[in-house]
């Protein structure tokens, strides 16, 4: 139906609401025991984690099992089946949860529909092997509220992920969905929503750490006839996927807070510019961009206020460099996708020369839940100087993978531990990288520091867009660093000396280094390089760039100095500085090291010691891995 | 409204300057000289480069957590900028360092060694060894045209010549592709620059700062022709090479040097010395013609005519016109350019007379432009694969071919051009600067049209050098109205005009480099300093003004050339060695 007034979206609400009772009620209890139609239950509901790493594990097909089945038993009509956006435990993916007994169900395939119908839904009773079972204790968790990685979240920008169907507005509505925008629009003027955005303290998600409310303010003194909105949806930082997930599992959130932006700075055209490689988000935002214009809450005079707003979508074709906002400007614009000095910045003159606001897919997820529920309300949470919460997307050596959302303040080591389940494997922990390519490295001496974008900057790294990868003691560091410079070097836009040059020289440094070929002089021209780097170069990208190796060189210099002095890599991962030995103790000459070796590097006669020929060898641990009686070690 | 002023420090120098002015601009002010690469400011025309990419021009600003680039910095008030701190020298070296790393170590054989704003940096900087040395040298294209030559491995990324051929010319031949160290500059799609839109108009060329975009060298051919026996070599020397080829040899930029170019030219062995301004007298007499005969149509109402005539003697704005205004062919003049006029000339009258095979004859062109070479090359201007131009060089070419023959030319006599085709009006020196070309033809056009002597020659309103510029003349009641633009973004927009039923014009000059042919892209390179063009300019006035004969129709030789041989303009055999036609040539 069509929203015309705030009345019609009261009434939308209120039936709305009937429709997510059955979740809410269950959200805020917690469940012990387990129900089903047969003892008792009238309703159930089945929710599907629709997100892209679920669906890439056939998510799609369970849910279509799932109906079927229900269908089958001629119990279609009590027990709905529900795609929801991401869940955040992608590592035990793809997730499925049972309402009203919050049944937690995880790594379900396809063919685990029968059960889940006939057993739970029926019988009422759990399906005990699809159970998270918690590493410490060995017991399987059934209520997701109990399991240690969603202990210590507190979900704001993903407070409907994982939650509400994100292709149907009135689930969103009934979440108080597009309450902050009609609020906005009928009870506040521009300045007050402003004013209200200013002093929950909300800081560019995005990697700036800009004020946001600041922002807003610029762009709406500037004196225009046409000002824009553009979401930023160009996330490209490895191993990152926040925004991605928060568009798949709450496009509608972003819709709102965009109106509401143009509301305030005086904008009627909104633009999201969003990578290509997004499918799924690409297609859950036009379909809430179409529903929002089917019930009037886009378009011309929007609840009868006389303010009109739109959204288009954009897509870029996957250049990091981008997601930084004069770039990400030029790019819409059909130019070259490369940054543009500041001053002057986009809020007086951006896309198409006009005065632009650019925000991050996350930065706006939340400001509808900050007007709802007031800047106080959100300013106390996190830490002095950056409020809220962040999102986090946990990667690398880590035992649970996936998306978090943890407050400002919040330590290293309980994401990391408490959250993140600790290390993959037992193993010993080394360091983290934080904010991507643009970021540095901590270490186990940062582990109790909180996290927020301040403490984050002192220590060398920054929050970036909140990729947090995680490196165990198999991690080389100098290899690390590589890894992302040659991210950097791949994605510079070749615009400035510094980045385009200077970058390619950091990693040919690098590259010599971990080839064994590396002195201490080049330690030295990394770091007065590096520095330079971040001192000249033009943009955001070039002027982080070197993070990555001045942090692990600051933070691992005794790592560097074995590699250039003593050709040594203790993490065992630059082949160049590996070498092959036969012990001829334990070596009995059984021929099968020589026989696999596929550079014929190994001699010897039968029954007797064999030997490695260093010059031949190519370090591949062909040897090492056939050998039966651990003779051959490397070094 | 009264600019507001803003005070700043800079290397403990108080300076006050207007809001908006650059950190850079502030520094020059109090002569304080930061260095730069990529950027050129041309003022006073349109040509401006300030990506603030190459960092170069690095300084410390109190306050501020990075250096910031001087050129693109704004000054704002209480600023306190360092230029020479340890760190920003520092900076700047490793950039310049960074630079050089991925730049050919070829000087020695460099066209432009010597005259190469990396090479000054290298020296200014003491850069005496190469930190980064051996690391991998970006993958770039080489390509030799028929006027300019790329040499992509040498290229710095300034983007001077991406700017001047979109931002000013609106050619759009040139332009960044590929990202990171692979980036380049190039047409689109990577395809060659003689498969593009490109005019040849060499602005690239003249702003290039290092030896990445040359003209292409015929100066060793040149030197075996004049050496081989079996040949009569001759030249022809465009007006706006006098005014500026006097640089190259440390004279003030708009000294004349007419009589020491004749001279030099001689000592180079050159059996005749022309001037292609005896051939701007002859394209002023067949276009003033071709104007007059068109006017006279239109006004008896012959609705077929098309006006505005459009002047044709700019190679390059031919070139632009073929490949993006196919549908206005009908509109420019047929008038064959002077280069074109002068070489077929040589060949018939001028050979005949003297008896001299067309085979034995090598007509060579002196001139400021490049596309001059691309245009003698032109098959509509050969007779039977022998062109009537055998090839042109450049301002640049002739200097440094003087210097290699020895000659002092500062110390060198003044000499007289050879006759007839050594013999011009003022008119025809003028066609060497923006607005020229208008103003000699008026000169002509006003008599042949009231049949009256004209009091004053001097056409003030059509001099200058703003972009476009527009004058009314009065032709004994017929007001004229005359349009001149310089600057092939300019001339975009009178063509836009045309295109779409505005024109306002009855007659319109268009020249393609600013300045007309005295910033051409074959002079003498002006180092972003625009007061050289002005000086350049101006000393073709002067040499106008101290000639005898200011008007194309009183030549004398141009006379005798109608009498004895062409018959009258637009005459069968003028139509036939003295115009064009043109081509649509737009690239899909």
């Known amino acids: ?635 | 409204m009264e600019e507001r002023q803003i005070t700043l420090q800079i290397d403990h120098h108080f300076v006050t300057v207007p809001e908006g002015t650059t950190i850079l601009e502030a520094a020059q002010k109090i002569g304080i000289d930061i260095p730069t690469l990529c950027h050129i400011d041309l003022k006073g025309t349109c040509i401006r480069n300030n990506p603030a990419s190459c960092r170069i021009c690095v300084v410390e600003v109190e306050g501020r957590r990075n250096l910031a680039p001087a050129c693109a910095t704004r000054c704002t008030e209480g600023m306190v900028v360092r230029t020479s701190t340890l760190r920003v020298m520092n900076a700047r070296k490793i950039v310049a360092e960074l630079i050089l790393s991925d730049h050919p170590n070829e000087c020695l054989t460099c066209p432009k060694a010597g005259n190469c704003e990396l090479q000054n940096l290298a020296l200014r900087f003491n850069i005496r060894e190469m930190p980064f040395n051996g690391g991998e040298l970006s993958p770039r294209k080489r390509e030799v045209t028929a006027s300019i030559v790329r040499n992509m491995d040498k290229c710095i990324f300034c983007r001077r010549c991406e700017s001047v051929c979109n931002d000013v010319q609106t050619v759009g031949a040139l332009g960044a592709i590929r990202r990171g160290f692979n980036t380049t500059i190039a047409p689109a799609f990577d395809k060659m620059m003689s498969d593009s839109e490109c005019t040849y108009c060499g602005q690239c060329v003249a702003v290039c700062p290092v030896g990445a975009l040359t003209e292409r060298d015929h100066t060793n051919r040149l030197v075996e022709d004049l050496a081989d026996p079996d040949k009569v070599v001759i030249v022809q020397t465009a007006p706006a090479v006098r005014a500026a080829i006097g640089e190259e040899f440390g004279l003030p930029a708009g000294t004349l040097v007419t009589g020491k170019m004749v001279a030099a030219l001689r000592e180079l062995g050159f059996d005749y010395v022309f001037d292609t301004d005896f051939a701007a007298d002859l394209t002023i007499m067949e276009e003033g013609a071709e104007m007059l005969n068109r006017l006279a149509r239109y006004l008896d109402g012959d609705r077929s005519v098309r006006l505005p005539i459009l002047t044709s003697c700019c190679p390059a704005w031919v070139n632009f016109f073929e490949h993006q205004f196919p549908d206005l062919l009908d509109i420019p003049s047929t008038a064959r350019s002077p280069q074109q006029m002068f070489g077929s000339i040589a060949k018939t009258w001028w050979a005949e007379k003297m008896g001299i095979p067309r085979e034995r004859l090598v007509v060579v062109s002196i001139m400021p432009c490049l596309a001059k070479k691309y245009e003698c090359d032109r098959d509509e201007f050969k007779t039977d694969g022998n062109p009537d131009v055998d090839y042109s060089i450049s301002t640049r070419e002739l200097a440094r071919l003087i210097k290699r023959a020895n000659i002092s030319f500062t110390l060198l006599p003044d000499m007289d051009f050879d006759q007839p085709l050594g013999t011009s009006t003022g008119a025809g020196v003028i066609f060497g600067t923006t607005g020229g070309v208008m103003e000699a033809a008026l000169r002509s056009v006003y008599e042949m049209y009231t049949g009256k002597t004209l009091k004053d020659v001097n056409f003030q309103a059509v001099r200058g050098m703003q972009g476009v510029r527009r004058a009314t003349v009065d032709l004994d009641g017929f007001e004229l109205k005359v349009g001149i633009a310089h600057g092939l973004g300019n001339a975009r927009h009178l063509l836009d005009d045309i295109r779409h039923g505005r024109n306002e014009y009855h007659a319109i000059e268009i020249m393609a480099c600013p300045g007309g042919c005295i910033g051409g892209g074959g002079q003498p390179l002006h180092h972003g300093n625009s007061a050289v063009l002005y000086a350049r300019a101006n000393a073709l006035y002067r040499e106008d003004a101290g000639k005898t004969i200011r008007k194309s129709h009183e030549n004398p030789f141009i006379k005798t050339l109608y009498s004895e041989y062409l018959g009258k303009p637009l005459g069968e055999k003028a139509e036939h060695l003295l115009h064009t036609h043109y081509f649509n040539r737009s690239v899909q």
């Not at chain 1, 040059?501 to 690098?510: A, F, H, P, S, V």
């Open chain 1, 1 to 635: 139906m069509k929203i015309l007034t705030i009345g019609d979206l009261r009434t939308v609400r209120s039936e709305a609401v009937k429709k997510l009772m059955l979740r809410e009620q269950s959200d805020s209890t917690v469940s012990e025991g387990s129900s089903g139609l047969d003892t008792g239950t009238a309703r159930m509901q089945v929710l599907v984690c629709g997100g892209t790493g679920c669906k890439a594990s056939s998510s799609r097909l369970i849910g279509e099992r799932l109906k079927e089945r229900l269908t089958e038993k001629g119990i279609a009509d009590r027990v709905d089946v529900i795609t929801t956006g991401c869940f955040g435990f992608c590592e035990k993916g793809p997730v499925v949860k049972i309402i009203p007994d919050n049944t937690f169900y995880t790594q379900v395939t396809p063919d685990d529909a029968d059960d889940i119908v006939n057993d739970h839904i029926i019988g009422g009773r759990r399906v005990e092997r699809l159970l998270y079972v918690d590493p410490k204790t060995g017991q399987s968790v059934s209520d997701s509220k109990h399991i240690d990685f969603y202990r210590k979240q507190m979900r704001v920008a993903l407070r409907n992920c994982g939650f509400i169907d994100p292709e149907n507005i009135e689930e969103y509505i009934a979440r108080d969905g597009y309450s902050a925008l009609a609020d906005s629009l009928l009870h506040r003027t521009p300045e007050e929503v402003i004013d209200e955005v200013k002093r929950s303290g909300l800081r560019g998600r995005g990697g700036g750490g800009f004020p946001t409310g600041v922002k807003w303010g610029f762009a709406r003194k500037s004196v225009s006839d046409v000002k824009y909105v553009v979401c930023n949806a160009d996330e490209g930082d490895p191993g990152a996927f926040m925004d991605r997930s928060i568009m798949e599992g709450d496009p509608h959130s972003i819709v709102e807070a965009m109106a509401v932006c143009g509301y305030s700075i005086g904008s009627s055209e909104g633009l999201v510019y969003i990578r290509a490689e997004y499918p799924l988000a690409i297609h859950r935002l036009k379909t809430a961009i179409g529903q929002a214009r089917e019930y009037g809450l886009l378009g011309e005079n929007i609840l009868g206020t006389g303010f009109s707003f739109d959204i288009e979508i954009r897509y870029g074709a996957g250049a990091f460099v981008c997601g930084e906002e004069t770039a990400l400007i030029h790019s819409m614009e059909g130019k070259r996708g490369e940054p543009t000095m500041k001053p002057p910045f986009p809020a007086e003159s951006g896309y198409l020369g006009k005065p632009t606001n650019v925000n991050n897919v996350e930065t706006l997820a939340n400001i509808p839940v900050i007007l709802t529920r007031g800047a106080e309300w959100f300013s106390s949470i996190g830490t002095e100087k950056s409020k809220g919460t962040k999102v986090f997307a946990l990667a690398g050596k880590i035992n649970n993978v996936g998306l978090i959302e943890v407050p400002m303040g919040t330590t290293l080591r309980e994401v990391i531990y408490d959250i993140g389940g600790g290390i993959k494997g037992g193993k010993k922990f080394k360091a983290v990288q934080t904010g991507g390519p643009s970021g540095g490295c901590l270490t186990e001496k940062h582990l109790d520091i909180p996290i927020d974008f301040d403490n984050l900057v002192a220590e060398g790294s920054m929050m970036g867009s909140g990729g947090m990868i995680v490196m165990d003691e198999d991690d080389c560091m100098v290899s690390v660093a590589r890894f992302y410079l040659d991210f950097t070097v791949e994605e510079s836009c070749g615009k400035c000396t510094p980045c385009r040059i200077g970058n390619k020289r950091l990693l040919e440094t690098l590259n010599k280094i971990t080839d064994g070929r590396g002195t201490e002089e080049d330690l030295k021209t990394l770091s007065t390089l590096g520095k330079v780097i971040k001192d000249t170069a033009l943009c955001g990208l070039g002027q982080t760039s070197p993070n990555p190796v001045l942090s692990t060189l600051n933070h691992f210099h005794d790592e560097y100095l074995e590699h250039v002095r003593d050709r040594k890599c203790r993490a065992r991962q630059c082949k160049a500085l590996l070498t092959y030995f036969i012990n001829p103790a334990s070596c009995i000459g059984c021929h099968l090291c020589a026989k696999n070796c596929p550079a014929d590097a190994i001699i010897g006669d039968v029954r007797k010691p064999h030997v490695i020929n260093p010059d031949k060898c190519i370090k591949c641990g062909m040897c090492m891995a056939r050998c039966r009686f651990k003779a051959i070690s490397v070094s």
